[in-house]
């Protein structure tokens, strides 16, 4: 069971029925006999027993039935059920609880449209277009932090849209939705450096790395997007080595947040040192790569002695690189030794489909008419900074969506 419909009235039975038809894992509950639902002594002895096993309860009644047999057991938004209440005709649905973290929004909305009802939210980031930061992280796939001991304090200022800075070090799918829907009082930037931090009242920062001088509230998002490459003397002893290389992270203002897995060579894969940093590392996956795999792989620091033993001219940088698909190191090999013969390397690079930086899309443009273009197509013309059309073939009209600033030129004159 996911969600528990409570039903006041058999006279709504057919909307219970309805909504149990489209959410899986859905159970009635009533008072009165009827088939296909659980019959119960009272209201307030099945909240007792299920708030706690569900993600969500759906009253179908009067909102102060609802109220009053909830309000016993509301303890926190991360840990409480989403709370919906659906009017007895069905023209109403109302988000109650945990609406943004516990879903309660989301599920309002789609129950509004199985019942072709109207959804009623009242949480303000929602009624302004506004992004939902305390979910944002968990769409996305992204560690959430914040420089503040209440993190409702930053999401205030926000939807109270006070100056806003946001940085995007990185590229997914989560920055790009944040570069196409960015709210008027946000700032875009790429680059730290290029922030007057005077200037904002909140900074959100997309971001492998930690600005630890930043004096305003800040909201990190972490993405998943580093990966930790691991080289070791045979046997070596794993006893502080996690920590070691966590303090060096820290130091060159990289999170831990966002080391997505280990990686070493194959004559490594059976050293307790691997096992002890993943399960530092909280059980990330340990890539395990062939010398063949790793030997064309350009690094920054080859060592003789790692190559007589291993034909790979580093063990730390090749697999690290290769796990982030080529990516580039930001943090070159570093060596340790926390005791005699027990001496490792690591080093961190960065997911290549991750870094900011120059590339191409083609576009289709599908039957030549603008309104039939795709909506991943338009995406993409409107964060262009060039576009070149076939001007021969396709209408200009497709480019009428270019953002301001963009260069849009018509290859119809252009040689290949």
């Known amino acids: 069971m996911k969600n528990a419909i409570i039903l006041t009235s058999e006279s709504s039975l057919q909307i219970a029925r309805t909504i149990q038809s489209e959410l899986e894992k859905t159970v009635i509950f009533t008072k009165a006999d009827i088939e296909g639902t659980i019959q ?81 939210i009242t949480t303000q980031s929602d009624n302004t277009n506004l992004w939902a930061l305390d979910t944002l992280g968990k769409k996305y796939g992204w560690t959430t932090a914040s420089n503040t001991a209440d993190f409702n304090k930053p999401l205030t200022t926000f939807v109270n849209k006070k100056t806003t800075a946001l940085l995007l070090d990185i590229n997914d799918e989560g920055t790009q939705y944040l570069e196409r829907t960015v709210p008027e009082h946000v700032k875009l930037y790429y680059n730290y450096k290029d922030i007057n931090l005077s200037e904002f009242q909140l900074l959100i920062a997309v971001t492998p790395y930690l600005y630890s001088q930043t004096d305003i509230q800040t909201i990190y998002y972490h993405p998943k997007v580093l990966h930790l490459g691991v080289g070791c003397r045979k046997e070596c002893n794993p006893i502080g080595i996690s920590e070691y290389i966590a303090e060096a992270l820290n130091k060159n203002n990289i999170t831990i947040a966002s080391i997505k897995d280990i990686s070493s060579i194959d004559i490594k894969k059976d050293e307790p040192l691997l096992k002890v940093l993943q399960s530092h590392f909280k059980n990330i996956p340990v890539n395990i790569y062939t010398a063949n795999e790793l030997r064309d792989i350009e690094v920054a620091n080859p060592s003789k002695k790692v190559e007589e033993v291993t034909t790979v001219a580093g063990v730390a940088e090749s697999s690290a690189i290769k796990s982030a698909g080529g990516g580039s190191l930001i943090l070159e090999k570093q060596k340790g030794k926390l005791s005699d013969g027990n001496d490792f390397t690591f080093a961190i690079a960065i997911d290549r489909k991750a870094i900011r930086q120059g590339h191409i ?23 262009a900074d060039l576009i070149l059309y076939a001007g021969s073939l396709v209408p200009v009209e497709l480019t009428y969506c270019a953002k301001q600033g963009a260069t849009v030129r018509s290859s119809a004159s252009m040689d290949l």
Request: proline content about 4%.
């Open 361 to 383: 899309e083609i576009v289709g443009a599908g039957p030549g008419d603008p309104d039939l273009i795709s909506v991943k197509g338009r995406h993409f013309l409107e964060a």
């Open 40 to 120: 119960i002594s009272s209201i307030s002895s099945c909240i007792s027993d299920v708030f706690y096993k569900v993600e969500s309860i759906l009253f179908i009644g009067a909102m102060g039935i609802c109220v009053r047999s909830i309000a016993p057991y509301i303890k926190d938004k991360h840990t409480d059920p989403a709370i919906v209440n659906i009017d007895s005709t069905g023209k109403y649905v109302i988000s109650v609880l945990s609406g943004h973290v516990g879903g309660a929004n989301d599920l309002t909305q789609r129950i509004a449209h199985i019942l072709g009802a109207e959804a009623i």
